[in-house]
């Protein structure tokens, strides 16, 4: 028998267990409840504003928001270029700017409605904003580099520190050589949103903004910029942020977001339940669509679960691509219950499904919005 | 038997239920997880900013954030006045204006640790924060409207409407004429925070500051204030907001804010379990403490999980009365578990419980926070 030292040693494993998926019926735990304390998503009537207003942009901050000191804050941009950079906040300002409106949704949202459900944030619908972001083009920074031969993907290092299921690190993520050099969805290094320095939620003082993706993509609180030769296969990359229908499937890395409608919820609510209260006769529905995959070609309107489905009217596209369009349509409401849906399709044929597909991460979930609402008798 | 209508009328109860208590070993249900994914607390590493940043403060909305027109928005002063005034948003601001300092938490803060749990925002400790308000003095405005004899209270009316236990309800609350007229703590209408308009979700364009009570007696979205000779018996004045042992309980109003103590969780987190890890020394411990009751005399630390306690070092009182102050103190780690606390203690003597006051609200908790660090044996 092998000696064993009477002191234990304690590491990170007390701290930090493995992915877990909830048991059947298995409510909402106290760890799901801290994040959802930490997080936030986009209150729905909230989709009124064109631009989301300060503080109402969802929110997903996987450590802690770093301590941000935008005079002491130095982006570096090296690994496989001519001339590796180190970039102060006002340097990096001297470089061409331009603005993009981008409307950002997390991977996970909607994991909180996936049966059964994989612990983590538990989002329902609201994990989605959007905001109009200023900042440098990434290919910019990369051609003032010079990247070299050989470049097979960018790497974005943040200053968030944290463990995650037993690995301790950075936040990091990376894009293929060719989304990193696009022009259009054109990738930002990002120190403005909405025309004031970014929050310190949002990134402050650097961000990567990655148009059209998931939010996993853009990376915040942005160190460092390194161009690799080899895939990157760091936690965020090759464990987390794939889709899988189990745990020994290889998955499929989630890039680019999937189409979905929301709806401001009609009438007023009731505080516990959420439910809609409206008065009979004709009700306004409005709201936003988006995709990440290919413009917006039509939005439909269920009044009855889904079982039948009527267009709504959708704005023309207008000059910002990445940014969800205003719909409107009028309902007719009879006293009762109801359940209101919203599907949204582009151009490429993506559409929503009724019902979630299952991952193991609980990702995508782009299933129809359900609003109960009942209609008073009176 | 009595004739019964076949058609059964639809009425609120189809959206509103009563109030409730999780069971034994209930875990968080939809409908809290509904409310926790629109309300957010402070992220506790916020607590390192003397002002909360936009979108760090807590938010804690009723029903809908309304859409607040600032040129259309009017605000009324009657009932009990000589003088009626109906003012919009630039006749408020020809006023004198002042600008204070204050700390504001939830009365729920801490319910989502009660058990069993009252059904509601499950708030753990992150319902509070810090902002500077700008606005007219509330007693001005009294005095401008001219108060007649016998004016018992002044009732503040805000412009979101929904349904609460069965109840239709625009929010109202009522302070009594002492609170409302008083020079310290100073009740303000105000229509800026941190030197910016309103954001939405903190009552734009015009709202109560209430310096010193729990956040319910601030209402947001502000409509009315009217003088009134008799005791206001509305729903969050006297069925919410009550501190009540049981249903039976005729029970206390809420009003100030209880003695607390927080720290910046040390180290880095997990991204799921929240547990703090650190490596083995000194780590510097900061954060805040406030009262609404009196200014704070002290503050003790425990890394033992309350079983010992040592003073910490207390900023002197500066001119800002109603907001938190820092503390600070160190702590040496050795490697291990341990479970950090902090508590408050104000100059009238009130302090912090190690274990919660149970009631029927869960309003008040302000039990010790308990911190869990894993110091690593490296």
Chains 1, 2 share one sequence.
């Not at 909830?22 to 801290?34: C, H, L, M, S, V």
């Not at 996936?114 to 990434?138: H, I, K, M, Y």
């Not at 909405?194 to 942005?222: C, D, E, F, T």
Request: glycine letters at 12%; a negative charge.
């Amino acid at each position: 028998m092998e000696h064993m030292d009477a002191r234990t040693a304690i590491g990170l494993g007390a701290a930090s267990g493995p992915a877990r998926i909830a048991g059947p019926g298995e409510a909402i735990g106290p760890d799901e409840a801290a994040l959802a304390g930490r997080n936030h998503g986009l209150p729905l009537e909230a989709l009124r504003y064109d631009i989301t207003p300060p503080g109402l942009h969802y929110v997903l901050t996987h450590y802690d928001i770093p301590p941000g000191d935008s005079h002491a804050w130095r982006l570096t941009v090296g690994g496989l270029v001519e001339e590796p950079l180190s970039l102060d906040v006002a340097a990096l300002r001297s470089f061409p700017t331009v603005t993009h409106r981008v409307t950002m949704e997390c991977a996970g949202n909607g994991r909180g409605l996936l049966d059964p459900r994989p612990v983590s944030q538990p989002w329902l619908d609201g994990g989605v904003g959007t905001a109009d972001w200023t900042g440098v083009p990434l290919h910019i920074l990369l051609a003032v580099a010079g990247v070299r031969p050989g470049a097979a993907e960018v790497v974005f290092t943040g200053a968030d520190h944290g463990v995650e299921r037993g690995v301790e690190q950075d936040y990091q993520r990376s894009l293929p050589m060719a989304a990193a050099m696009a022009g259009d969805p054109e990738v930002l290094v990002a120190y403005a949103m909405n025309g004031s320095p970014l929050p310190p939620q949002h990134g402050y003082p650097l961000r990567l903004i990655v148009p059209g993706w998931y939010g996993m993509a853009s990376v915040k609180w942005l160190r460092a910029i390194e161009v690799s030769a080899v895939p990157f296969e760091g936690y965020h990359q090759a464990s987390s942020y794939v889709f899988r229908r189990s745990e020994d499937d290889p998955g499929t890395p989630l890039t680019r977001i999937r189409p979905r409608a929301l709806m401001v919820p009609p009438g007023f609510p009731d505080f516990m339940s959420r439910t809609r209260v409206v008065r009979s006769g004709p009700v306004f529905l409005t709201g936003r669509a988006w995709s990440g995959h290919a413009p917006v070609a039509s939005v439909e309107i269920s009044s009855d679960d889904g079982r039948t489905w009527h267009e709504a009217d959708l704005d023309a596209p207008g000059r910002h691509h990445w940014a969800w369009r205003s719909w409107r349509t009028v309902w007719t409401a009879a006293p009762g219950l109801h359940t209101l849906g919203v599907r949204a399709t582009d151009t490429h044929g993506n559409t929503q499904p009724l019902r979630p597909e299952w991952n193991t991460g609980g990702y995508g979930n782009n299933a129809v919005q359900r609003v109960p609402v009942v209609c008073l008798d009176e």
